[in-house]
């Protein structure tokens, strides 16, 4: 599986944008990027995911660089809830069933003060 | 989103019991289904991939008599710690692939404690 290099923590303040970055230079042509994130004691969630151009939706925004060799999650105003672990993970384009595991990395830990 | 259900949240056992921990899908169907484990300040895990009707796929290292997994149904995967040990203690999370919407989406896991 290609890897993702992540910082180990970012801090914020609430109400102002986050921008948490990810490096996967040995990604292949056929990867998405995937970005979910977990909660104190829970299991994991879904936040965005995109395979070449940038991406929106209600949780975030997903840039894409262009060589796709990185990526970054916008958080665009951060909210106390939004302290979590981010991880971003690749996932094969043609990997369906039980070829879609996902390999979680260490990820980033998000803290929001108030 | 698809929302993704385990049983129990949280359970403690003694040492040499086992026990059993339930993952189902509500509102959709998953052939495959994922349990993971996450020890305390460390990333997920994952422990094997189990498929609806056949055996499941353990990864390296896990040990799959002591780690039993039954997908029975399509909306349903049980995992099983037989012989707990105190070391068996963490926290096992399930995830369900949606191949309709192509997702894989988290249980809200269960925290295993062995005493």
């Known amino acids: 599986d290609a890897k993702t290099t992540q910082p180990n923590s970012m801090e914020s303040n609430e109400e102002e944008p986050v921008h948490l970055p990810c490096n996967h230079s040995t990604i292949s042509g056929t990867d998405y990027i995937h970005w979910y994130r977990q909660l104190p004691s829970q299991g994991p969630e879904y936040v965005i995911h995109?395979?070449?151009s940038n991406v929106n939706n209600r949780m975030a925004s997903l840039a894409i660089a262009e060589d796709r060799k990185s990526s970054t999650l916008i958080l665009h105003r951060a909210t106390l809830r939004d302290a979590a672990v981010y991880y971003c993970?690749?996932?094969?384009?043609?990997?369906?069933?039980?070829?879609?595991?996902?390999?979680f990395g260490k990820g980033t830990l998000l803290t929001v003060n108030p | 989103g698809a929302v993704v259900s385990q049983h129990p949240s949280w359970v403690i056992c003694k040492s040499g019991t086992s026990v059993k921990i339930e993952c189902r899908s509500l509102?959709?169907?998953?052939?495959?289904m994922f349990w993971y484990r996450q020890f305390p300040k460390q990333s997920l895990m994952l422990m094997a991939t189990s498929n609806e009707g056949s055996k499941a796929t353990y990864e390296q290292g896990v040990e799959k008599d002591k780690f039993l997994i039954n997908h029975a149904s399509l909306t349903l995967s049980t995992l099983t710690v037989t012989s707990a040990h105190p070391e068996d203690s963490s926290f096992y999370i399930c995830s369900a692939w949606d191949h309709y919407s192509y997702e894989q989406y988290f249980g809200p896991g269960t925290r295993l404690t062995v005493t």
């Open positions: 509102d959709f169907q998953a052939t495959t």
């Open positions: 995109g395979l070449t």
């Open positions: 993970i690749l996932r094969a384009q043609n990997s369906g069933g039980s070829n879609y595991k996902l390999t």
